[in-house]
Antibody, heavy 121, light 107 residues
Framework: EVQLLESGGGLVQPGGSLRLSCAASGFTFSSYSMVWVRQAPGKGLEWVSAISSRGDESYYANSVKGRLTISRDNSKNTLCLQVNSLRAEDTAVYYC??????????????WGQGTLVTVSS | DIQLTQSPSFLSASVGDRVTVTCRAS??????LAWYQQKPGKAPKLLIYAASTLQSGVPSRFSGSGSGTEFTLTISSLQPEDFATYYC?????????FGPGTKVDIK
């Protein structure tokens, strides 16, 4: 059974940083591209970032480019998202999701339960 | 960037009703569109991919159609567990985008 478990969320002050993690199990992690999607309270879904199966290609939404860095450790079956210069508008539940193969031209077939990031002084 | 719009944004319906949600893309995306269902406090769940392929385990009352710029999600007979918010997503090109969502509520 595919399982994705996010961690690392919490309360952080504006301008601060946070590192989110997603522990994957139940599938061959190194064979699949992965993404992060976020959802602000009461709002819709926003795709944030994607990374290829080998970690050599990454993509970002224009709204977060330059402040977020996606990475993965295939030896530890872990996906990460480093979020810097946090702003109030980054407050959201952050979900990791698995792509079917490569994300491009495919779909997100499994999602974690999310981790809440709150940016406030 | 490819923009997605959904209509309606809110839909009130009764159990047994046939429900249709439309998703429109700002440019052609072939059939690289997925539909997700999200219930309050839960993660999204994949319903349909490649515009019309039902994900394994999803009830057959759900169906999808369309290609290019216009897509539809249809629930043939609405069930109590279907009251949720539905999102379309394009995966034709980066950056991937989601539609704003359609909330299906009980009439």
């Amino acid at each position: 059974e595919v399982q994705l478990l996010e961690s690392g969320g919490g309360l952080v002050q504006p301008g601060g940083s946070l590192r989110l993690s997603c522990a994957a199990s139940g599938f061959t992690f190194s064979s699949y591209s992965m993404v992060w999607v976020r959802q602000a309270p009461g709002k819709g879904l926003e795709w944030v970032s994607a990374i290829s199966s080998r970690g050599d290609e990454s993509y970002y939404a224009n709204s977060v480019k330059g402040r977020l860095t996606i990475s993965r450790d295939n030896s530890k079956n872990t996906l990460c998202l480093q979020v810097n210069s946090l702003r109030a508008e980054d407050t959201a539940v952050y979900y990791c999701a698995k792509c079917y193969g490569s994300c491009l031209k495919n779909y997100l077939d499994h999602w974690g339960q999310g981790t809440l990031v709150t940016v406030s002084s | 960037d490819i923009q997605l719009t959904q209509s309606p944004s809110f839909l009130s319906a009764s159990v047994g009703d046939r429900v249709t949600v439309t998703c429109r893309a700002s440019q052609g995306i072939s059939s690289f569109l997925a539909w997700y269902q999200q219930k309050p406090g839960k993660a999204p769940k994949l319903l349909i991919y490649a515009a019309s392929t039902l994900q394994s385990g999803v009830p057959s009352r759900f169906s999808g159609s369309g290609s290019g710029t216009e897509f539809t999600l249809t629930i043939s007979s609405l069930q109590p567990e279907d009251f949720a918010t539905y999102y379309c997503q394009q995966l034709d090109s980066y950056p991937f985008t989601f539609g704003p969502g359609t909330k299906v509520d009980i009439k």
